[in-house]
Structures are given as structure tokens and as C-alpha cells.
């Protein structure tokens, strides 16, 4: 079994450290990817649900703060995903209120941190997300303002970090490592969910789902396409990075001249719950399958990469 840090396996699920404020709840659950029958780990960075009592207290709105900040209900859809394909799964279970775990560690709004920041901070150009109320911590919302009623405690902040993120992004990185040692390539799959986006310049209709590979930093361009080509065999709307190009998460682990490539993919709430996109609605099945089969395409194109390495190695030898 490969070692996840201060992780724990529990049941064949690979486990992290508790929520801080909410003991016995793990930050994150993960299966066990040791063995893995096809060369993708599905994460979900933004569906926890499990909320502290301090932090909803904390929050002005919480009702409204969890509808906007989470991809709601989206771990729902990738577990069906995961558990059709065999793809490994690793789900956060820490609200995106707490943390942000598609942010740098240190892309922080240090106005709403008593205690300040570290001299050795980046300076505000470099915190973009930060700037916009989407950082580490999200601040504010559009519409909705500021989200907290008092400042975050830096002790508070050291403790989220050290708790949800930093084990987090050990489990996705040695993931992949295992998962590439086994099949010599290895993509992770980044899932997200989005409100729905308005019409096309030119007023051709909205895409239900938006794949981003940061411009082709972060994944084989062969792997795009065969997305691409299996969205538009199964007559889905698809866009490519735009509005949603890919964030740190593919920053940070895609390593595509290693064989290491990663891709984000949002989709549009209203294709799996509800009309008030509360909850798992009729489509949540159908979305599943349909998703299912985007990953066995890709599966098959990753493992292509993963055989194609082996020979150019041997070749070189």
C-alpha cells in the first residue's frame, strides 16, 4: 500500500487527518489505488460537506455560503464514476469554506488573518486569487459580499493547512507516482461542477462541460482530443478552457514530459440535480454513465502513452 503521509486505511479506503473542530470526520477519503486496473485518480477538491460548528457560526450566510462554494454533489457523480470504471478516487471532505484545495498554500488574504502575514509572503500580485475573495480561504462572494462575521486566527490558518492541504496533495501526488510506477503514465482527472454559463459569443448555446489542461500545459494534446471526440459522440456541449483553464491542483502535479497529465472538468450542475441545483436530481445517472465511458476512453488512450514510454526506453537501452 502506498504511504499517504499522516494518512490512515481504514476498511480499504486510505483516510487523512480529522477536520479541525470536528473530530472523528476525515479531511479526505481515498481507495486503494495500490493495485490500480486502469491508469486515472479521480479527484473531488470542492464537495465537502462536513462543516464545523465554529465555521458555520463563523459564517453570515452558511445556508447560502455552502450553495455557492461547493461543487455540490459532485463527489456523487464520481463515486458512480469511479466505481464503474475502477478509476482511483480521492474525495475532500473539508468544505472549499475552510480551505481551498485547488489554491497555493500561500494564496492568502492576509487582511482577513489576525496575526498578519509572514515577511516572506508573496507579495499581493502574486496572490491573484487571494485578491479576488477566492483564495486559501475564500473571503467573498459575488452577491453576496463578505462571508465571515470575525477575522481567521493565523493559528487557525497553520492548522488548516497543515491538516487539509498539505496531506491532501501528498495522497494526489504519491497517487499518481503509484499509479504511473504500474502503468508507465498516469492522468489525473480534476472534478468540478459549475453554474450554468451563459450563451456562446455569437449566441450559440452554452456548454454543459468545460475541460481544461492550462493550454496545454498540463496534458498530452491526444488525450484532449480523445475527450473531445467522446463528448461529441455521446452529443454533449463542450468547451476547452474556457472559462475554466485548470488551477493549482494542475499547476502543481501535471508533469506531462514524465508521463504525468492532468485535466479539469466542470460540469454544468443542471445535467445531475435538480431544478433548484440542491440536490441529486434524474440526471445524476445517465451524466454518470456517460462519464463512465469518457474515462474508459481515456483510460485506453493513457495506457497507449504508458506502452508507448516503455518501448522508447527499451529502445534507448
Do not use: K
Not at 487523512?16 to 472523528?24: D, E, F, R
Not at 471532505?93 to 488574504?109: E, F, G, K, T
Not at 488573518?113 to 459575488?142: C, I, N
Not at 456562446?200 to 494534446?221: E, K, N, S, T, W
Request: charged content about 20%.
Amino acid at each position: 500500500m502506498t504511504s499517504f503521509g499522516d494518512s490512515q486505511r481504514t476498511g480499504g479506503e486510505t483516510l487523512a487527518p480529522n477536520i479541525p473542530g470536528l473530530p472523528g470526520v476525515h479531511t479526505f477519503r481515498m481507495n486503494d489505488c495500490a493495485v490500480s486496473p486502469i491508469p486515472i485518480l479521480i479527484s473531488v477538491p470542492h464537495a465537502g460537506r462536513a462543516y464545523p460548528p465554529a465555521i458555520t457560526a463563523r459564517l453570515r450566510d452558511p445556508e447560502g455560503a455552502a450553495l455557492r462554494l461547493e461543487d455540490r454533489y459532485v463527489d456523487r457523480l464520481a463515486q458512480a464514476v469511479a466505481a464503474a470504471s475502477g478509476a482511483a478516487l480521492l474525495i475532500a471532505q473539508a468544505p472549499r469554506a475552510m480551505l481551498d484545495l485547488n489554491r497555493a498554500a500561500d494564496d492568502v488574504d492576509w487582511e482577513m488573518v489576525a496575526g498578519g502575514e509572514t515577511r516572506d509572503a508573496p507579495s499581493p500580485a502574486a496572490r491573484p486569487r487571494a485578491r479576488s475573495g477566492l483564495g486559501l480561504v475564500p473571503r467573498r462572494l459575488p452577491g453576496m459580499g463578505e462571508l465571515w462575521n470575525a477575522r481567521l486566527d493565523r493559528a487557525e490558518l497553520d492548522a488548516r493547512i497543515a491538516a487539509i492541504h498539505g496531506p491532501w496533495h501528498t495522497a494526489v501526488g504519491d497517487a499518481l507516482s503509484a499509479i504511473h510506477a504500474r502503468w508507465g503514465s498516469a492522468l489525473l482527472l480534476d472534478f468540478h461542477s459549475m453554474p450554468p454559463l451563459g450563451t456562446r459569443p455569437g449566441g450559440g448555446p452554452a456548454a454543459h462541460y468545460v475541460i481544461g489542461d492550462r493550454f496545454g500545459a498540463a496534458c498530452d494534446g491526444g488525450l484532449v482530443g480523445a475527450a473531445f471526440a467522446w463528448l461529441a459522440e455521446t452529443g454533449q456541449r463542450a468547451a476547452h478552457n474556457r472559462p475554466y483553464a485548470g488551477g493549482y491542483t494542475l499547476d502543481r502535479h501535471a508533469a506531462p514530459r514524465r508521463g504525468i497529465h492532468a485535466l479539469q472538468l466542470e460540469v454544468d450542475r443542471r445535467c445531475y440535480l435538480d431544478a433548484e441545483m440542491r440536490e441529486p436530481g434524474a440526471g445524476l445517472e445517465p451524466t454518470a454513465v456517460m462519464l463512465t465511458g469518457l474515462v474508459q476512453r481515456l483510460a485506453a488512450e493513457v495506457a497507449l502513452l504508458g506502452s508507448m514510454r516503455a518501448n522508447w526506453a527499451e529502445a534507448a537501452e
